[in-house]
């Protein structure tokens, strides 16, 4: 149903000991996105930008603005405000080297005014198979 919760989530990685926690207290803050980060410095994955206080203030795929990356999973209040962010992120030819990236989606959030939230997992728990290396040198 569009007013229902909606995950979106990358089919070539996994959260260890899953992501039911952290979905859960995106709902209890009552935030209208969100997304599981970790520290890195690498500029394969998409970062937070956050203001002083720790508010997240824009997302950016591909260059590091901060030290959270996202670990790929995407927390929607509803399934309509992602249709709403999704549709915003084409209109707009928000993508990067004519690629789209659902990171991009929570600046619309921003831009409206919701609140997008993060939760902060350690490095070890979260494992990308996209890349050949990933398979035996771990994540950076």
């Known amino acids: 149903p569009p007013d229902q919760p909606l995950i979106v989530a990358a089919g070539d990685s996994e959260v260890a000991m899953g ?55 995407f927390f929607f209040r509803s399934a309509e405000l992602f ?9 707009n030819s928000v993508s990067l080297d004519g690629r789209f990236f659902v990171s991009s989606a929570l600046n619309y959030l921003l831009t409206i005014g919701h609140d997008v939230g993060y939760e902060e997992i350690a490095p070890s728990r979260y494992r990308s198979f996209s890349l050949p290396a990933d398979f035996y040198g771990g994540i950076q």
């Open 83 to 91: 249709y709403d962010a999704a549709q915003w992120c084409l209109v």
């Open 19 to 73: 992501t039911r926690i952290h979905i859960t207290k995106f709902l209890e803050r009552g935030y209208d996105g969100g997304t599981i980060v970790f520290r890195s410095q690498n500029p394969r994955w998409s970062y937070l930008g956050l203001d002083d206080s720790g508010r997240v203030v824009r997302v950016v795929e591909k260059e590091v603005v901060g030290s959270l990356a996202t670990a790929g999973v």
